[in-house]
């Protein structure tokens, strides 16, 4: 695991920049140490646990100190690109609807998955824009509020593979948008100096 990819967790978290790059050194020189001692390989696994661990506890921690006020802001950031995301894909299925037959919709189930989940990628995107204070925090919410919508909408879809690849493929496309979102601004953030 890179620094770069430690740096885009963080500011998806939104933790200031001198305490980003503080955990990302403490990090780095004991994955180094590990590294030398028992393998890349084995490092690297510690590493992946280490911020899968930091991640939780960071998250516990910016809930504690945002109170109310961060989660309404974290759902408020996700209805939003729901609500948004939600109108664009009536108003395209409405538009195929009209010009494809039921049929040929069917037919190419695979390719409706692909553009509803980039639909997914989109809103994530959107909900971690929206969620300033914690945009991968908004994007895994607008995936949790998605997988919701989704059932509700796919139940009458007679392949079944359908709502199931696209409940389990959501989440992890929303969180991919909110990622880009992240990235973003983890690189305006070092770029200003913030």
């Given at each position: ?192 100096g913030a």
């Amino acid at each position: 695991m890179s620094p770069t990819v430690l740096d885009i967790v963080l500011a998806g978290l939104n933790v200031e920049r001198g305490l980003r790059e503080a955990l990302i050194g403490d990090l780095m020189e004991e994955s180094a140490e590990l590294a030398a001692a028992h393998g890349v390989r084995s490092a690297n696994r510690w590493l992946r646990w280490q911020v899968m661990r930091s991640v939780r506890v960071m998250a516990y921690g910016a809930l504690r100190a945002g109170g109310a006020r961060l989660l309404v802001g974290v759902l408020t950031a996700a209805v939003a690109a729901l609500a948004l995301v939600m109108g664009v894909i009536g108003v395209s299925a409405a538009a195929f609807g009209e010009w494809l037959a039921p049929e040929t919709i069917r037919r190419f189930g695979v390719l409706v998955l692909a553009l509803d989940l980039a639909y997914g990628v989109a809103g994530g995107y959107l909900a971690a824009r929206f969620g300033r204070s914690a945009p991968l925090a908004s994007a895994l919410a607008f995936g949790v509020l998605a997988v919701a919508a989704s059932v509700v909408s796919t139940a009458e879809i007679e392949h079944r593979w359908y709502p199931l690849a696209l409940q389990l493929l959501l989440v992890p496309a929303t969180l991919g948008g909110g990622w880009v979102r992240a990235r973003h601004l983890a690189h305006r953030l070092d770029s200003s100096g913030a």
